[in-house]
């Protein structure tokens, strides 16, 4: 198994203080796993504020259900 870098971070539009609603601003991150004889894993997750910030939300999936964003501009 090993790991590639992590990609450059995705940035979300901000988010209004005054609706809940609104979209909030999320630095991600993404790191993938290569296997092998399995599917190589992608794990998405959000920017920690520092290295002992306990990481409380990621998504994990086979790397090939991810698109790279410019194949969908």
């Known amino acids: 198994m ?3 870098p992590a990609d450059t ?5 901000p988010q209004s203080a005054d609706n809940e609603d609104a979209p909030r ?3 991600l991150h993404s ?3 290569r296997f092998d004889g399995q ?4 794990t998405v997750y959000p920017t920690r504020e520092c290295c ?6 990621w998504l994990t999936a086979d790397a090939d259900a991810f698109i790279a964003l ?3 501009r």
């Open 25 to 27: 601003e999320i630095d």
């Open 70 to 72: 410019d194949a969908m």
């Open 31 to 33: 790191v993938v796993v």
């Open 9 to 13: 971070p995705r940035r979300s539009p």
């Open 2 to 4: 090993s790991e590639s």
């Open 39 to 42: 599917p190589d894993r992608c």
């Open 52 to 57: 002992c910030t306990r990481t409380d939300a």
